[in-house]
């Protein structure tokens, strides 16, 4: 099931511009391999969840999927044939703001030539470029 | 402290002068420490790179500074993949220094055979050591690490007169039985609910309007 914050400030957000690179979040901290974006872009609780299922039906529980995005946003939308007016629409799906250089997943426990292949698998769900990338010793 | 990094003084500051070295394919550096004055250095990218990929903390600087010294701080760009400045700390050769050293696994543990995975913990342990016998890294081997075992921090073997900086109990890596994926997510969302709660919203409250 997709992911959702359990409790918000505001329902309803306005939409924003992604602007620059990431300066938080672009380092493979938990597991040895990491997916990073290289484009900026907003990705949906769903395709979280279609990456998580891509990566975990690969490695069948030999290593450990780590999630590092959150979709903290809500994204709203008007009924079709509905008149203009009448306010902003009701709250539709959950999207996690990405900037250049997130790390989106990471796996651990796998050796790098498993983690290249289930890489490939998730990085087909992504609607934006994406990476491999390592740990890093210093 | 085998080779030697050659180093170039640089008058040049700035953020626009710097943009211009790294890419004229060179490093901008600072060597500081010990009482005496913070010199401005450069450094030519590729022995940085060779530097990063050996990963020794120790260094020996040669050309305009000659000095031993400590890689303290390395920054990188967003994506880790050029770096952009150098810090290094003067240190002697019998001094302890404070450094975090990467853990790596060496082997293959047994439980693995049992259906178990090797979960590793901890990646870098913080060591206390005289600068001439830092290792590059700490290496672990798991070629004992049974289903259900662990290695805690205690355990590592290091250099003479090294000192662990880290709780000796904490766990550096373990062999545990994968568990099955659930559907609700640990990292604190929720799944399959409708909308999520409102903070300062009544419960009879429909859109949460003022009016």
Same mark, same amino acid.
């Given at each position: 099931m997709a992911l959702m914050p359990k +409790?918000?400030?505001?329902r309803k957000v306005q939409r924003g511009r992604i602007k620059g690179?990431?300066? +938080?979040?672009?380092k493979v901290v938990f597991g040895d391999y990491g997916l990073q974006s290289l484009e900026p872009g907003w990705l949906k609780a769903q395709t979280i969840e279609a990456g998580r299922i891509a990566a975990t039906q690969y490695i069948r529980g030999e290593g450990k999927l780590y999630i590092r995005?959150?979709?903290h946003r809500s994204i709203t939308s008007t009924p079709l044939e509905t008149r203009m007016g009448k306010g902003k629409g009701e709250p539709e799906y959950w999207v996690a703001t990405i900037r250049p250089g997130t790390i989106l997943y990471e796996l651990g426990g796998v050796s790098e030539q498993q983690a290249k292949i289930c890489f490939a698998r998730l990085a087909h769900k992504m609607p934006f470029k994406v990476r491999m990338v390592k740990r890093r010793a210093m | 402290m085998s080779d030697v990094i050659e180093v170039k003084k640089r008058d040049e500051t700035g953020t626009l002068r710097m943009r211009r070295l790294r890419s004229s394919g060179r490093v901008p550096a600072v060597v500081y420490g010990q009482g005496k004055d913070s010199v401005s250095v450069s450094i030519a990218t590729r022995d940085v790179e060779k530097m990063i990929r050996s990963g020794r903390h120790i260094v020996e600087l040669g050309g305009d500074v000659t000095e031993d010294a400590l890689v303290k701080e390395v920054q990188w760009d967003a994506f880790g993949s050029h770096v952009l400045h150098l810090d290094f700390a003067r240190i002697d050769a019998g001094q302890s220094v404070e450094v975090a050293l990467t853990v790596e696994l060496r082997g293959v543990a047994p439980g693995t055979r049992s259906g178990g995975v090797v979960k590793h913990m901890l990646h870098e342990l913080i060591v206390k050591c005289p600068a001439n016998k830092m290792p590059e890294q700490l290496e672990v081997n798991?070629?004992?690490?049974?289903?259900d075992q662990v290695i805690t921090a205690g355990e590592i073997a290091l250099p003479d007169a090294a000192e662990l900086?880290? !709780?000796?109990?904490?766990?550096v890596v373990t062999c545990v039985t994968p568990s099955a994926e659930t559907?609700? !997510?640990?990292?604190g969302g929720v799944s399959g609910m409708a909308e999520p709660e409102v903070i300062g919203r009544k419960a009879d409250d429909d859109d949460g309007d003022d009016s």
């Open positions: +409790r918000v400030k505001h690179n990431a300066t +938080r979040g672009n995005v959150f979709p | 798991i070629n004992e690490l049974e289903l900086l880290v !709780d000796g109990s904490e766990i559907e609700t !997510d640990e990292d």
